[in-house]
């Protein structure tokens, strides 16, 4: 299996049926090996308009063993090309925890993350509506204390008005950010926050400012490595979606402006919380 980075095109092989996908991330940095536990169509219960996995339909099935074999070859590929493998990621064609599989696949990528890739990260993105199961909520919080899991949180909004246009789900805005405060008050995670324009309007002020205090109580819940905020990650919208127009894209600017607001309040907080600027 030839491991291929040169276009964010990667992502697609995953509305192929793919169990495992080597692409180039901008917020990774470098390579990153994708596990796709939804091969057959995509599974989540947020419907972002950004969200640029396609409508598809796979004879394919998810199947561990397969899921490792692939898994192992594509990390044999990488290092054959003296590619370094920033990380394996638990991402693919919607809500990993989702899976019935999400546990077993996740023990199983960290045995041979362990083995095969040491230097590399182990990643789960996640919406954080699987934090509302307590099942998925402990072992998460458990196979956390790895610091070589990091957890990447979702949070595209600090108002119930913006989350419904920036991830349009039934699960209340205020459950989930309570859910994000107890997590975060036990496990450290990665906070990633997609700024677009919805209808070519930006976030509004009083939303900006909503989020940005949020973000600050997630880190003073603990300090890191026990819990808290390692990074926080403000990306722009870089790929097609479906939905497109109703997202764009907003100016280097904007986010520019974004993080450095967040960063000014860190500071006055005493808080030593590092934001990265992705477009």
């Known amino acids: 299996m030839a491991v291929n980075i040169a276009s964010t095109t990667n992502h697609r092989e995953r509305e192929k049926g793919f169990l495992v996908y080597p692409v180039y991330s901008r917020r990774a940095g470098g390579l990153s090996i994708g596990i796709n536990l939804f091969p057959d169509k995509k599974s989540c219960l947020f419907d972002c308009p950004y969200c640029e996995v396609f409508p598809f339909s796979s004879n394919a099935k998810f199947l561990l063993e397969q899921m490792g074999e692939d898994l192992r070859i594509a990390v044999s590929s990488a290092q054959s090309q003296n590619i370094p493998i920033k990380d394996i990621c638990l991402s693919g064609s919607g809500e990993p925890t989702l899976s019935p599989a999400f546990t077993d696949v996740l023990k199983f990528a960290e045995n041979i993350r362990a083995e095969a890739a040491s230097d590399s990260e182990l990643v789960v993105i996640t919406n954080g509506t699987g934090l509302l199961q307590e099942r998925i909520f402990s072992f998460l919080a458990e196979m956390a204390k790895n610091p070589m899991l990091n957890i990447w949180l979702k949070l595209d909004a ?42 070519n309007e930006p976030p509004p002020a009083d939303e900006a400012q909503a989020w940005e205090s949020l973000v600050c109580e997630l880190a003073l819940t603990a300090k890191f490595p026990h819990g808290g905020i390692r990074k926080v990650q403000l990306y722009g919208k870089a790929r097609s979606a479906p939905q497109d ?21 860190f500071s006055e907080k005493e808080l030593k919380v590092p934001v990265e600027i992705y477009l």
Do not use: H
Request: aromatic letters at 8%; charged letters at 20%.
């Open 245 to 265: 127009p109703l997202a764009s894209q907003l100016p280097l600017e904007y986010l520019e402006k974004r993080a450095v607001s967040l960063r000014k309040t």
């Open 158 to 199: 600090g108002t119930p008005d913006w989350y419904q246009k920036m991830n349009r789900c039934e699960i209340p805005f205020e459950a989930l950010a309570q859910k994000a405060k107890e997590f975060a008050a036990c496990t450290p995670v990665t906070i990633q926050t997609m700024l677009c324009s919805i209808n």
